[in-house]
């Protein structure tokens, strides 16, 4: 039962939170949303000098093979700064899913992407399948040179700042049968692909696709034709609980600034935090981040287990930092009163983030329907 | 179906029904389509939007459903009241701004004298003028009687001097009523009074609050050396205080009749969830989600139970004690609930909030009005207050 | 819109809260209950000599016709003082049933049931069905001088006190068909009619029947063969109601004594009633009790409208009174600390009643389920 | 599945594996069956079992888990600790009574004499003696700190006067530690001091307190004119305060383990909904039972999360703040609800609570261990009190 950090880890701790203080404080993030400027290129290519997106690529590529509990040490600084960067492609779907590429692009793409001039994500949805990444009815048909896919995805991650997408389309079976499923790499701009990026209330920039007969070589493979289920989820897995880590450092950092604020707001001749209501809400607040810290860490080391019940602890995980980040957002808000609903300050950004988090992948419901379906399985 | 007609037609008599038939044609007729995914999201209008509603109420004759006829109200029993909430609820259409209407009017025709009101009731009721509240101040929110706005007798003027916080709309409004201290010396509620602005006074100027659904409703009202008349006091100089607590009862009052909009929220979440596609068909059809959407109709029924009660007491003459802070309470909780499972139905569609860049967001209804339902648990007395108000005023303790 | 009591209501409410006050006192009623005294005779002979037994029977039978909402007078103060008494048997089972009854005992057992010396309930469930009335795997076979009951009963409320018992029992269909239900009215001496006697946490004295080929005269028959459903359905809805008068008054009486005790019990020298998060928990209580009293009329109005919604209502009714009132139950518990938890007080009565309210004719679940389903339909 | 294995799996070391199969085949061979049922629903065995349960962990070696080796304890670490707390729970064992073993024997083996130790200490072990717990008073419930009986030197005695609340299983203890007021001046938590008494000393009487399980658990205690020897007063007079607090703050520590049971709960309530019927199949089957039993299950795991880090850290030398009371609070609102929802699930069984007349309830476990669940957020400092421990020494607030 071991639940501290390496020394490595707490150097890598050390050096996210020194970059936030530098790069990233509140006044510069709202400056930089303000402007409509998401994904900063220069930023970014620091961060790859300092190694973060090299961290989890696999040794063999020329990354460090670094562990799951690893991003979850960037997440948190993540979370706790409200970055804006592309993350969770560079340092899961890329390190995941690029090494089982069928071409020969792999090691040059994986390259790019620890240096950050790639940024490839993950298609997780389409318009009739909500969070079900089995219902899959994009196709895939062969050609002489390869696949050509056609459909719609409703979803990818930081779709709008990605250079590469992961579809998953269906080389055979139907609705949401698992089997069936291939993945196919494609390039931002490849003929029939339409990328509609979207800013979130985050402020972070996805993206839906419509592809519209687009051609893939047969080296666009990602995995086995027709096993790309497997991969997926296991990729998604790892997305998930990454985000959980970028929920705890955001939640808990809106709770740190609102104990602040019990502190040092006065009303009524006294400290708002001297009275008893509020002082039992922020003691709700801190036991809420304890579950939500717990839950992340049991998650966390799940996803590379081989316990059986690892896609329930990672369900079960999923559902409560929903739940327990939105509650503490939602305090954190009412705790500041007006100000909390201001644009000025953090916390309201940090429930809108949160928000984001609960949805991506599924929310609390739908995790707890999964729990519930792995339970009865 | 309940949702689907008023509860009402429980006990209503001929003439009440009548009304009813009268008031819905309205409503059908007149509520303009461009209006109505805003007003379900529990999103306000647009100022321009509020006006024009104001001026068709007020052509009908409906300009001011709780004042007496006197004034130009309609002077409509709770009964009827209770039916045109429902009913506009029923078909989407807005409610009417309320800082002139239902906030300073009624101080107006109740403190104020002869002049004041014939200045200023009528061009509330055309909707000529758009009122703004000067109220909170950056240290004092919750706690009002904190204010620190002066306000110092010079000659036949007061000259102001101060900082005013959350004052919505003052960017579009051209008067503003505004509480000052008028007397520096003695306990904190006393030494209050309340003065009557003009926006385009010289000293006063604006500072644009953006709120959390990237909307610019609120803002801080600077007040530098602002000569008012003291023609402008409202009552007696001092008693400021009293008329503010009148007031802010008034405010938590409009809740009950926004109350009866809960439903519009339900709809438009209802709605939503039989739209959206799961693997294994509609959202609504699931039984989970459909349980939860139950979970909160039956609330917002109890708490149209509350309401119908308090509008019969209200016509039988009776106080309805604390009932109004409690509708305050529950009915910002279970706005807060719905918009959130609303946006919850939506699955990924709710990650598009607005264009790439720094651009306006493309109307998105229901993440707006769920980050809007946010500060309903915040303004006129954060439910904290209104729990401690509660508390006081009629558990005893 | 109209919720106030008429001048004969009100003289009702007065008479009732008179009879608590000189019969039912707390010390009273822990007396009987720990004498192990469910139904006591004389005071049921009192109550009915006050015309209280006789308030809802019909005019023609030598009742008053009394409403609903004059049942809800009643039971308010039945819940206020934890009353023991058979009251929904008598004023609303009796009422609503015998009337109906094809053989000659009618104006007899109308009588008795007004006089408090027959009582009548309704076997509503059986063990496989839960809560659906409609679940009736009793059957009921044509014998030459009626009818041949065999079957499970699980509950039937105050059946231990029964004289009588109106048993749903299939004439034709199966499973859950409402057409086919057929009400039979079994004595409870009648040969192959075993009734399983047993004590709820609330000390009211209920039955499960077994019927192992009860032999009933054509007769017994209440309302039309097959078509017993809907009379039952209405007799169960002029239940909940009666049972949701019976749990506001039961709430609001644990509420006031909470907030009693939050005025008197002092600790850390002074009254507890003086720190925060109580009273907000006690502000919380009173809407709760606001909500239930708002429902229970709500449903009270419905019971006997024609509105369409009316199932919907009394089953929101339900659902929410079953909430509210076991929020404040269990929350009366908490705030009066050790005693709350003692049997010495009425405090935890009020809860473990308030339970056995939720419980009966289907929880909240239960009735949320209901609701939904009559939404849909 | 999860709730049928521990999460310990995912990464024990072969020791501890080894360790965790030697404590699960004692727990499948040595628990009697008749315990199991009423341990699910969350009840405490009966006296005498409890008795009997603590002999066969003595003779196991395995009396005192929490206790050094020196003073007859396990010297197990907090990884075992929490590998023997999940095995019981998965083979429905139940736990070890509290007071004597984990509340004031570490007192008398932290703060007592040589003397002291070698009296008590084995008979905890050998569950030879029954320890109650002599703090709450009439007036002193969560205010402990008020506490009114005394104690007056007189010799080589104390003379002890006053009267005890709330002191559980009195009835069958022969031994009682007590807090009472030595020096009636100064500080109120000052002039406290920790006695032990013996139940047959002259002078002391019982009253049978009966609770709303219809079990008789707990008493009164009235000291009268009792006379205890001086010999037995723990460490220093005047200092029982800060022996007090150590023992409450071990009490929350108990919860800890007690949280590990909450699966036996939740398999006694999955147990139920599957034998449910309704008309539509098993109530487990439906999904709204189902979705809430899922919830409720994922917020077990979260605080058992809590517990193992909890656990880790007290391995590693850290203090884990206020997780102790944080996991009091979670574990009582939790046992809450699981219990209710259990019941819920029996449906009209729920309502056979007991035969008619006065007799003892027939074995209602369930509804017993939903009605028992009240008090987990009352006893040991109210959830209120936690609170306010947690904002005061946690949050600094």
């Not at chain 1, 993540?78 to 592309?86: D, Q, W």
């Not at chain 2, 402008?232 to 205080?241: K, M, S």
Request: aromatic letters at 8%.
């Amino acid at each position: 039962m071991n639940f501290e950090l390496t020394d490595e880890q707490r150097l890598l701790q050390d050096s996210v939170q020194r970059f936030a203080r530098d790069h990233y404080d509140f006044s510069a993030w709202r400056a930089r949303t303000g402007r409509g400027v998401g994904f900063d290129r220069g930023l970014w290519k620091q961060m790859a000098d300092l190694g973060w997106l090299s961290l989890t690529a696999p040794e063999e590529d020329g990354g460090l093979g670094g562990s799951p509990v690893d991003t979850m040490v960037i997440m948190e600084g993540v979370g706790r700064a409200l970055m804006l960067e592309p993350f969770v492609a560079s340092t899961v779907f890329a390190p995941t899913l690029l090494p089982r590429l069928a071409g020969s692009e792999r090691t040059e793409l994986i390259a790019a992407a620890m240096a950050g001039t790639a940024v490839v994500t993950l298609a997780d949805a389409e318009p009739d399948g909500r969070f079900d990444l089995a219902a899959v009815s994009t196709r895939a048909e062969r050609t002489a040179a390869g696949f050509r896919l056609t459909g719609e995805k409703s979803h990818a991650l930081d779709g709008a700042e990605a250079d590469w997408f992961v579809v998953p389309a269906r080389t055979s079976g139907e609705g949401a049968e698992e089997a069936g499923i291939t993945l196919f790499l494609v390039a931002r701009d490849a003929p029939g692909l339409a990328v509609h990026a979207i800013r979130a209330m985050d402020h972070r920039r996805n993206a839906s696709l419509s592809l519209d007969g687009v051609e893939v070589s047969a080296g666009a493979v990602i995995g086995e034709v027709g096993q790309g289920f497997g991969l997926a989820r296991h990729a998604v897995d790892l997305a998930i609980v990454a985000r959980l880590a970028e929920a705890v450092g955001a939640m808990e950092a809106a709770y740190e600034q609102t104990l602040q604020h019990l502190k040092t707001r006065k009303q009524f001749g006294q400290a708002i935090g001297s009275f008893q209501a509020l002082q039992h809400r922020a003691v709700d607040m801190a036991i809420a981040c304890e579950e939500a810290r717990s839950m992340t860490y049991l998650a966390t080391i799940a996803v590379s287990s081989s316990d059986p019940a690892r896609r329930q602890t990672i369900a079960a995980a999923k559902a409560r930092v929903g739940q327990t980040s939105l509650y503490v957002a939602r305090q954190a808000v009412q705790l500041h009163g007006g100000m909390g609903f201001s644009d000025e300050l953090a916390i309201g950004h940090y429930l809108k983030r949160l928000v984001m988090i609960d949805l991506a992948f599924g929310n609390a419901a739908e995790h707890r329907r999964q729990f519930a379906a792995a339970r009865a399985a | 179906m309940l949702f689907d007609r008023t509860l009402m037609d429980l006990d209503l008599d001929p003439a009440d029904r009548a009304f009813r038939d009268e008031v819905r044609a309205f409503f059908t007729e007149n509520t303009p389509d461009a209006f109505k995914a805003r007003v379900r999201a529990g999103m306000r209008l647009e100022p321009h939007e509020f006006v024009a509603w104001q001026k068709l109420l007020h052509a009908r004759g409906w300009g001011a459903p709780s004042w007496p006829k006197e004034y130009g109200g309609t002077g409509w029993t709770p009964t009827q009241l209770y039916i045109f909430e429902s009913e506009a609820s029923l078909a989407d259409a807005p409610v009417q701004y309320h800082q002139g209407l239902e906030l300073i009017g009624p101080i107006i025709f109740t403190f104020g004298n002869a002049e004041q009101k014939a200045r200023y009731l009528p061009r509330i009721l055309s909707s000529d003028d758009w009122w703004c509240q000067g109220y909170s101040e950056p240290n004092a929110g919750s706690d009002l009687a904190s204010l620190s706005t002066r306000a110092v007798r010079d000659g036949d003027c007061y000259v102001v001097d101060g900082q005013k916080m959350w004052t919505s709309y003052a960017q579009v409004a051209n008067r503003m009523f505004c509480l000052v201290r008028t007397d520096p010396e003695g306990r904190k509620q006393a030494g209050i009074s309340l003065l009557l602005l003009d926006i385009d006074m010289p000293g006063v100027s604006i500072r644009p609050i953006i709120t959390m659904d990237e909307i610019h409703h609120t803002n801080e009202v600077f007040l530098d050396n602002v000569r008012v008349p003291a023609a402008n006091l409202i009552g007696e100089e001092g008693q400021g205080w009293g008329y503010g607590k009148v007031l802010l009862d008034r405010e938590r009052g409009v809740t009950a009749a926004t109350t009866m909009r809960l439903r519009q929220q339900l709809r438009g979440a209802r709605a939503a969830a039989a739209q959206a596609r799961t693997s294994q068909g509609a959202l609504l059809d699931d039984p989970v989600t459909a349980d939860r959407l139950a979970q909160l109709e039956i609330e917002v029924i109890a708490l149209e139970g509350m309401v119908m009660r308090t509008m019969a007491e209200a016509a039988s003459g009776k106080d309805s004690g604390p009932r109004a802070s409690m509708i305050k309470v529950r009915w910002s909780e279970l706005l807060q609930e719905v918009t959130e499972f609303w946006v919850e139905t939506m699955g990924y569609d709710a990650a598009a909030f607005g264009p790439i860049g720094n651009g306006a967001p493309t109307e998105p209804w229901p993440m707006m009005g769920m980050l809007y339902s946010r500060v309903t648990s915040i303004y006129g007395g954060a439910n904290e207050i209104q729990r401690n108000i509660i508390a006081r005023r009629a558990l005893g303790l």
